[in-house]
């Protein structure tokens, strides 16, 4: 739980929103909005996609550096390596029409941070300034514990990364939806996902979701208070800053009736009235 010392916070002068302008149900404004609501002292602004808004060098280079930072092997630990031609021609692409959205490719979530992070002109590298820049990119961390690469939601810092096609991809479906699949696969049958969905059907995100702009509110969150108490997470599962870990858990502490937990009420009101 966070520090309820406001000796040890840091309140943010500026909140900078970056939209994912591939997330045809990601509505920025409306969170924008709501951060506003909470803490009116901070002024809230909204921007194009973090790379559109800061970077003017060469697409080119950009892209190569994007390139380097993709995972290649889930199962080994991150090694640098020299990008083939065409993964720069793809960033390439995805750089020109950010709407396109991208699918099916797994990048380094601390070094694609390094990335963006040097783009950030020094007036605004700030602990006084919150990035949060929402991205269609998948990123993940390795986990020694397991040996493999796990799928992110969020990485906060400077910037907070979060990910519109990690909130669909990182927390697990159902438990019925893995017991369906490996009943089947014993089977010898290979039924496609979007047919497994439709046995758990609104049990979990998934992508251009309606639901998607109300989830995102305390993803947003969580890299505000990560700013404020550098502790973005809660232990209360109904509360907004809930780390969820499957889908269920997302849905029920970012719809439920409860906003956050009776000491996040507390910081929150606390914040607001300095």
Known sequence: MPSTSSSEWNIPTDVFLYNDPSAKTLAIEEIASHIRGLFPGMRVEVRRDFISHHYRGSTEELAE???????????????????????????????????????????????????????????????????????????????????????RVILCGYPSMISTSGIVEAPAKPREYYLMREKLRALGEDVPAEVLKEQIQGRFLDYDDPRMTEVMKGYSLQALFYAITHEPFCEDPECRLYNSHWQEEVLASQLGDKEFCDEHVSLIRRISDR
């Open 65 to 151: 550096k994007i390139a380097r930072t993709k995972v290649r092997n889930v199962s080994d630990p991150f090694e640098s390596f020299d990008p083939l031609l065409g993964e720069i021609r793809f960033e390439e692409r995805l750089l020109e029409r950010p709407e396109s959205g991208i699918s099916g490719v797994l990048y380094d979530a601390t070094r694609l941070h390094l990335v963006l992070r040097e783009m950030i002109p020094e007036e605004e590298l700030s602990l006084q300034v919150v990035h949060a820049a929402f991205t269609s990119r998948l990123f993940g961390t390795y986990d020694i514990a397991d040996a493999r690469y796990h799928a």
